[in-house]
């Protein structure tokens, strides 16, 4: 994969860049492979290559190689597991090592570790010298959330996103899980009214739209598509300059959290109903969200009709306020629950 960007960039005649933006660049890792289009015979580019992931690690050189995986069933992230594969506890050197040369042998089904020790000896000597070269270390970076190693609290609480802003990637949407939080728009409405998407993150498999339809803000969140919650305001949308909120008021700081919510409509309470359930994670691993728009499955299947169903207003900006208010110790503990939960999202992948 790492020999993609390589290959794309000599063949559109790009060099690769030194700066983007004023940052300097690391050279990329990978070799072009352009020259294996007109010549079936090209030479390789490369004889080695490491591997990583969560972990489990391999180390290929010259048609042999080195493969580790760790004492784990990769989707098992339970505590007693995870004590396992503490700082201090787990010694990688220690896992079982396989063994193959691929030229003879590309399906690896022969095993070859207890024949060729010093082999093995030398390719694991050489993914260390990789890992560090290539920033892999430390090993098990990426799941140090299980181990109360986390990045520092946020500072930031509110976000604000402008006009039409359109696929924001799944899992970047502010952090709305598990405690309360408070979504306004600020809109231009014209005579005669306007109905259309606000905001929407995912789709009714899981999802959240707050929308205007039929004259009325309205709000649906879907809990997985388990259970789907819909709230609409009791009067019409004005025109002019108007700005619609909803307020979540969250039962506890806690996972899957249930609560109140209340639309409003220049600050006048229109509306609003209870969720008994929140997702604790994130709402999908393929769709983000749009502002103005829902693109790609909808969320709420009344406008399916009519989707994207663009707003056909104006959307000044559109502010998430996720300060939940809470106290040192649930923040504490929230912050560490998202960090482990993203980290499994990420082993689950």
Do not use: C
């Not at 940052?23 to 591997?51: C, L, V, W």
């Not at 070859?112 to 010093?118: E, S, Y």
């Not at 919650?229 to 909803?246: F, I, M, N, R, S």
């Not at 503990?333 to 993203?342: I, N, R, T």
């Amino acid at each position: 994969m790492i020999d993609v960007g390589p290959t794309i960039l000599e063949v559109a005649g790009i060099p690769q860049p030194t700066q983007v933006d004023g940052i300097e660049q690391e050279p990329m890792h990978g070799a072009s492979f352009a020259d294996s289009f007109t010549n079936a015979g090209a030479p390789k580019h490369r004889t080695q290559q490491y591997f990583e992931i969560f972990g489990n690690r391999a180390m290929y050189k010259d048609g042999w190689w080195l493969s580790i995986m760790m004492p784990r069933i990769p989707w098992d992230a339970t505590p007693d597991t995870m004590r396992r594969f503490a700082p201090g506890v787990w010694d990688p050197d220690r896992d079982p090592a396989q063994l193959y040369y691929l030229p003879d042998d590309f399906t690896q089904a022969r095993d070859l570790a207890a024949q060729h020790p010093d082999k093995v000896a030398e390719l694991k000597e050489l993914f260390w010298a990789e890992a560090e070269r290539y920033k892999v270390l430390p090993l098990l970076g990426g799941m140090s959330a299980y181990f109360g190693i986390i990045p520092p609290l946020p500072t930031q609480s509110k976000f604000t996103f402008y006009g039409d802003v359109q696929n924001v990637a799944s899992g970047m949407i502010p952090r709305i899980y598990n405690h309360a939080y408070t979504i306004s728009a600020e809109l231009q409405v014209p005579e005669g009214g306007a109905e259309g998407v606000l905001v929407a993150e995912a789709d009714h498999l899981g999802g959240f739209s707050l929308f205007v339809q039929g004259g009325k803000l309205q709000h649906t969140y879907s809990m997985m598509g388990v259970a789907v919650y819909h709230q609409e305001a009791t009067e019409p949308l004005p025109a002019g300059e108007v700005t619609v909120q909803l307020v979540f008021a969250a039962d506890a700081a806690r996972p899957a959290t249930g609560g109140q919510v209340t639309l409003l409509i220049n600050d006048k309470p229109v509306g609003g109903g209870r969720m008994d359930h929140t997702v604790p994670v994130r709402f999908s691993g393929y769709s983000g969200m749009d502002i103005g728009r829902d693109n790609g499955l909808p969320v709420d299947r009344r406008y399916a009709d009519q989707s994207p169903f663009a707003f056909t207003g104006t959307i000044r900006k559109v502010v998430f306020d996720i300060n939940p208010h809470l106290n040192d110790e649930d923040e504490q503990a929230l912050h560490e629950h998202a960090h482990q939960s993203l980290t499994a999202h990420g082993m689950s992948a």
